[in-house]
């Protein structure tokens, strides 16, 4: 074993390079580099049996919404051959944009993060085939490709292509054993907050930690780096996140060379902190640097989330009208007292505003917090209790489902919160925020953030603060909509729901 000194840096003896340079792909790793290829072998599979679909659906709608049906259906069958000639060509540039190189490489699986790449990839896909339609045209005289049929056919094939996606992989999902086996490298605080992360995945197996000088902590440690390689084989482990270690650097990174192509291997950055999905990674001279963006939101930025609130609320609101009234219905036989739940919370500059929610709670339950206090589940200065004996049978339900937050849509649409926003603290709370997380006041609170699709409940109160600073700074539209898309998935697993 040895301890990280870096006063101590030049008389460290590293280990033999060629002795770690040798290990085989044992037996143990297949299953990891198996699951892999089976990945891209489905992606491959639905996407061309999507654009297939695609191909024969989108001249039936062109020709349906026509001016001239019957003169658009006489040329169906040319049609219907050139897309499928197409096909190749669309699966090429797919590839071109990675959508078949950076899935297995993902940790997290979601449809989501390919949605801009594919978008992109589908439009360059549409101007290739028009020029090649238009080629063809020249030609022949038969292909009739116009413009609106080219949007036709990748409009269509993005909804099959999706569609087609999540029904390969939820079927890859279902396997038994389809899970990543998975080790963190390090102990201790941050460590246990990685494995907390990966926990919360279900393509996510984790199996421990892996220390030279482990922390005393009570984790469980598989064993030092020298065992490494024969855990890799031993479990199939098909990916090591390494974490903060006491351990060499040098040594560390002598091993992570040696499994690379092997293993699948991450790495959480020290001063992990401050870097957002807006930092950058920049080369100089073959040298990786990475740039702390300003934790900001401009002018232009605040007006489009705050256009997009409006509308989105607006349309929740109307949609959801049955659901709000079921709720109402429900809570008014099940217990006396009012179907809205009032309480102050802090907004955007720490303005405390009336957030509503559906009653989950007895009538006077805050009365009787102090008397609870010793059953709180949470540090820092929330108060949290998984089986709190103040919440009714429908309210239990209500807030398993997030239903009882519905109401907050009225919050949203009038100004006071936002659909997406840093977790929305009672006043009190609110005020035993210090130093660098008083930043999450800078936007209004949401109905769902971060701390929504992280963990909800489970997190601690110092990760809270880090996941609202990492929101504020690092907020880009995208993200939100990215955020809003992965919170129902979180509200069905019940993950930190109490």
Sequence with gaps: M??????????VSLPSLEAWETVPAGPGTAPSLALRRTVVHRLVASDTLALLAAGVVAPLVVSAI????????????????????????????????????????????????????????????????????????????QTDLSVGKVAALCATGLVFVLVGRGVSMGLLGQRAGAAVPVVVVGTGVMARTVASHLRAHANVRFLGFVDDNPVDSGDVVLGGLDDLPELCRTFGIGRVVVC????????????????????AVSIVPRYYELITI?????????????????????AGARFAKRFFDVVA?????????????????????????????????????????????????VV??????????????????????????????????????????????????????????????????????????R????VRPGMTGLWQVSGRNELSYLELCRLDYLYVASWSFW????????????????????
């Design 278 to 298: 807006r930092s950058n990674v920049e080369d100089v001279y073959g040298l990786p640097i990475i740039d702390i963006a300003p934790p900001s939101m401009s």
């Design 66 to 141: 026509s001016t001239n049906p019957a003169s658009s259906a006489d040329r169906l069958g040319a049609v219907y051959a050139f897309d499928v000639v197409m096909v190749p060509l669309f699966l090429g540039i797919f590839a071109l944009y990675g959508l078949y190189r950076t899935a297995p490489r993902r940790i997290s699986s979601s449809l989501f993060s390919d949605l801009k790449d594919l978008v992109h990839a589908l439009m360059v896909s549409g101007f290739v085939v028009s020029l090649v339609s238009y080629g063809a045209r020249r030609l022949d005289g």
């Design 2 to 11: 040895a301890v990280y000194d870096p006063d101590l840096s030049s008389s």
């Design 439 to 442: 930043k999450r006041f800078e």
């Design 364 to 437: 006077g339950a805050e009365d009787e917090r102090a008397s609870l206090s010793g059953l709180n589940e949470v540090d820092g200065p929330l108060f949290k209790v998984r089986d709190d004996p103040r919440v009714t049978r429908v309210g239990r339900w209500l807030r398993r489902t997030s239903l009882d937050e519905l109401p907050q849509l009225l919050n949203v649409w009038k100004g006071d919160m936002s659909l997406v926003g840093p977790r929305p603290f009672v006043v009190d709370e609110a005020r035993a925020i210090e130093g660098w997380a």
């Design 479 to 498: 993200w939100d909509l990215k955020i809003l898309w992965q919170t129902p998935a979180t509200i069905i697993r019940g993950r930190g729901a109490s």
């Design 244 to 263: 903060f270690s006491r351990t060499h650097p040098e040594r560390t990174i002598a091993l992570l060379k040696s499994l690379a192509g092997q293993v």
């Design 313 to 361: 609320s607006s349309l929740a609101l109307v949609v959801l009208s049955p659901v709000l009234l079921a709720a109402t219905v429900a809570i008014r036989l099940s217990s006396p007292g009012p179907v809205l739940f009032r309480q102050l919370r802090a907004g955007r500059l720490g303005v405390p505003f009336e957030m509503l929610k559906f009653r989950t709670m």
